[in-house]
């Protein structure tokens, strides 16, 4: 009886696409402890999930990197806690207008558009996982999952400029976000004590640059110029995606 209601459970969880989260939000010590064996030169036992950014070489670095961060640097242990939680909205947004893309015909370039990106953004999300400890982690994760999955599947069932101009306003405020903390690491020069850390983010950030312009190029660049600084329904709703994620972030810096 309890098993079938669990299954109740698992199967309304799939059908918002919402398990993949769950468990990884309970699985990743073990990849991270793996990591440490590949550091100290033991043969690692399980392998990274994939995708995966970076090779193993640089994600053992960056692990090493991570003790003095913890020690040093509490600030980067915060932003890292929010990309964490960004990443994680990142692969739920692209989850929901999947779902959202499956429910009204939509042109096949809209499908490609949120698989290629969903990709990419598990990627980064890997890494965030594998890096930190849970209790690194913003305990408000399941909230930013969902708003993510919603803030990917209600555009997306209004049509592709609705998820363009959301995608073009989270990921340029995601630029924004990564380089409050690539810059201060930059400045450091040869002394960032970081090196792989900051590599990794300088990709990803680059990689979220790559998925503004291609929302916006989709969209009609032009177009979209225009309409963000006209008084329009896509001028406001960047206005409100854009300070939701900055809100969210400052959120999930402190819990
Ligand atoms: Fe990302
Ligand atoms: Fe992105």
């Known amino acids: 009886m309890a098993e079938q209601s669990h299954g109740g459970l698992n199967d309304a969880l799939s059908w918002l696409a919402l398990t993949e989260g ?6 990743p010590r073990s990849f991270a402890d793996n990591m440490g064996n590949l550091i100290n030169g033991v ?10 950014p970076v090779s193993p070489n640089d994600f053992a670095a960056a692990m090493a ?21 960004g990443e994680l909205a990142a692969v739920y947004i692209y989850r929901g207008a999947r779902d959202a893309a499956r429910l009204r015909p939509l042109p096949e370039g809209v499908h490609h558009f949120v698989n290629q990106h969903l990709e990419t953004e598990r990627g980064h999300l890997h890494y ?3 890096l930190l400890e849970r209790r690194e982690r913003s305990w408000l994760s399941p909230v930013w999952l969902v708003a993510g999955y919603a803030l990917g599947f209600l555009p997306t069932l ?3 400029h609705a998820l363009y101009t959301t995608i073009h306003a989270v ?52 177009q979209l110029e225009d309409d963000l600084q006209g008084i329009t329904l896509a001028r406001a ?3 409100i995606v854009r300070h939701g994620s900055a809100t969210a972030v400052a959120i999930a810096k402190q819990i």
């Open 158 to 160: 209004a049509g592709p």
């Open 22 to 27: 769950l468990v990884q939000l309970d699985a």
């Open 65 to 85: 990197e991570m003790d003095q961060v913890r020690r040093e640097d509490p600030w980067l242990v915060q932003a890292l806690r929010s990309d964490h939680a």
């Open 237 to 239: 709703w960047s206005f």
């Open 128 to 130: 965030f996982e594998t």
């Open 171 to 222: 990921e340029t405020y995601v630029e924004e976000h990564y380089n409050h903390h690539i810059t201060p690491l930059l400045a450091r020069g040869p002394k960032n004590a970081y090196p792989k850390l900051t590599a990794a983010l300088q990709e990803f950030c680059s990689d979220e640059v790559e998925h503004a312009v291609d929302a916006g190029d989709r969209y009609g660049f032009r």
């Open 43 to 52: 043969a690692p036992t399980r392998p990274l999930p994939t995708p995966f």
